[in-house]
């Protein structure tokens, strides 16, 4: 099992950026893909990016690609999301999930087995 916990989270106007970070705990985090997915007041958790075990492979939802990137540290049991140029239209509650089926990088919630609490990013126009 695995704990995770979101940081970096905050109120910032369009344009600038913000780092979120996810800190997880147990001996295991180099068995899990790892992502990042958000949700808005009134809609549905959608995914954001995500990274394989290894960090060999990043994949990005089309809202964001080109301006945010995913990153992770094996070694200190860490994944990181870099958001750049954000948009008011990125507000959401942002969450860290880890998916431990030893599969490829999937988009589905339902799919991970863990989440942390959520980190919240308000961008202002």
């Known amino acids: 099992q695995v704990q995770l916990v979101e940081s970096g989270g905050g109120l910032v106007q369009a344009g600038d950026s913000l780092r979120l970070s996810c800190a997880a705990s147990?001996?295991?985090?180099?068995?899990?893909?790892m992502g990042w997915f958000r949700q808005a007041p009134g809609k549905e958790r959608e995914f954001v990016a995500g990274?394989?075990?290894?960090?060999?492979?990043?994949y990005y939802a089309d809202s964001v690609k080109g301006r945010f990137t995913i990153s992770r540290d094996n070694a200190k049991n860490t994944v990181a999301l870099q958001m750049n140029s954000l948009k008011p239209e990125d507000t959401a509650l942002y969450y860290c999930?880890?998916?431990?089926?030893?599969?490829?990088?999937?988009?589905?919630?339902?799919?991970?087995?863990?989440w942390g609490q959520g980190t919240q990013v308000t961008v202002s126009s």
């Open positions: 147990g001996r295991t985090f180099s068995y899990y893909n």
């Open positions: 999930a880890a998916d431990a089926t030893l599969r490829g990088l999937r988009v589905v919630p339902g799919a991970y087995n863990y």
């Open positions: 990274i394989s075990m290894s960090g060999s492979s990043t």
